[in-house]
């Protein structure tokens, strides 16, 4: 990882890291920076950059954390498809909102139903700390859902408060989102089953234990 955001704008190769996850962060970047950053890094897909009030967040994911993406985002496709949900993958897209100082770019992320410009649910796999709440800027993009997963386990927060607020008025502590149990946008989503299934390491038997258990849930 580069060692200043100069540097990674003006590098003209970037290579992938090692599998240790590695962190960049940078205060006072301007807006002009961060969208210069997202050109730059457009085609370099191995990168997730997070910015809020002028701090930018760059993560070089790991190996295991790509496979905890790739397993949880196949499992959650093949809920849909099961339930005939409709719905709209978006994968790690930017999303970002000048006036509102905020921009993220999700490990997951859906549409329910139709495409909409913010996805409805946003998924982090989160295996070290950050130095942004993510929480916050997904309140000032508007996304209503957003799950963490840490230490093999979800926690799944709804949107409660008005996005267009300065600071959240309503859970402030969490920045206007509820921790919730289960999920209410997928409320038919059996959230214990899909947590027991991601840590399996066989793709094929996560999948076939997912699907016995979608079909135990139906009978």
Known sequence: MVS???ELID???????????????SSGVSWESYESLLVKLENNSHYRVTYLDEILEIVS???RHEKIKTNLGMLLERFFYSKR???????????RNKAKKAGAEPDECYCIGEEK???DLAIEVVLTSGNINKLEIYRRLGVTEVWF???????????????????????PDTYGYEQIATSEILPELDISLLEQCISISDSIQ???EFEQGLKADNE
């Not at 949900?85 to 999303?95: E, L």
């Open 85 to 95: 949900i409709r719905f709209v993958p978006m994968g790690s897209s930017t999303f």
């Open 206 to 208: 996560a999948v076939d």
């Open 4 to 6: 200043s955001l100069k």
């Open 11 to 25: 590098e003209p190769e970037l290579d992938h890291t090692s599998d240790p996850e590695e962190r960049f962060i």
């Open 61 to 63: 994911p790991s190996i």
């Open 149 to 171: 997963w840490e230490r093999n386990q979800f926690k799944l927060y709804h949107l409660r408060d008005n996005p267009q607020n300065d600071v959240a008025t309503i859970y």
């Open 117 to 119: 410009s913010v996805p």
